[in-house]
Nanobody
Framework: QVQLVESGGGLVQPGRSLRLSCAAS????????MGWYRQAPGKQRELVAS???????NYADSVKGRFTIARGYGKDTVYLEMNSLKPEDTAVYYC????????????????WGKGTLVTVSS
């Protein structure tokens, strides 16, 4: 089993930046790719960004050019740097770890964190 804990959420004004972090524990040797999802009120959960063990990344069209996903040195952490935030980015953001390692994320068994709330508002 893999446990994921997110941090870094909060209230931020439009146009500002925020960095989310996710730390994995447990059977981290099984983790290959990682990703971030989000779920806004009344909407379905959507994949925001993913990154393979080799560093290949994919982003939702809505965040391309504004968000950056990166892995930590030990590969058991993942970050989401969010710039130029918009009110429509308001959502609970969930960290995700995948035992698969393909760009069409996820491709294997995947695990969820409990989420961290990001609110973009003036």
């Amino acid at each position: 089993q893999v446990q994921l804990v997110e941090s870094g959420g909060g209230l931020v004004q439009p146009g500002r930046s925020l960095r989310l972090s996710c730390a994995a524990s447990g059977s981290i040797f099984t983790i290959k790719a990682m990703g971030w999802y989000r779920q806004a009120p009344g909407k379905q959960r959507e994949l925001v960004a993913s990154i393979t063990s080799a560093g290949s990344t994919n982003y939702a069209d809505s965040v391309k050019g504004r968000f950056t996903i990166a892995r930590g040195y030990g590969k058991d952490t993942v970050y989401l740097e969010m710039n130029s935030l918009k009110p429509e980015d308001t959502a609970v953001y969930y960290c995700n770890a995948d035992t698969g390692d393909r760009s069409d994320y996820p491709s294997g068994i995947h695990y969820w964190g409990k989420g961290t709330l990001v609110t973009v508002s003036s």
